[in-house]
């Protein structure tokens, strides 16, 4: 199987066609594929989270 199946397949189920796909170049290629970036955790959204899911404290 050729390294560029996997790459072509990704390609065609975000519905861009085969001709396209090679006139991509390398940047285009990894801003179409790329994971967004994570959201940053901030001090007020830490503060929410430990008033939703307290640590539970385990008896002796």
Same mark, same amino acid.
Do not use: H, K, V
């Given at each position: 199987?050729?390294?560029?199946? /996997? &790459?072509?397949?990704?390609? +065609?189920?975000?519905?861009?066609?085969?001709?396209?796909?090679? #006139?991509?170049?390398?940047? =285009?290629?990894?801003?179409?594929?790329? /994971? &967004?970036?994570?959201?940053? +955790?901030?001090?007020?959204?830490?503060?929410?989270?430990?008033? #939703?899911?307290?640590?539970? =404290?385990?008896?002796?």
């Amino acid at each position: 199987m050729s390294a560029w199946a /996997a &790459p072509l397949r990704l390609a +065609l189920s975000l519905g861009l066609p085969p001709e396209a796909f090679w #006139r991509l170049s390398l940047t =285009e290629w990894r801003a179409l594929t790329e /994971a &967004p970036p994570a959201p940053s +955790l901030n001090r007020a959204t830490l503060q929410d989270l430990i008033a #939703r899911y307290p640590d539970e =404290e385990t008896p002796p």
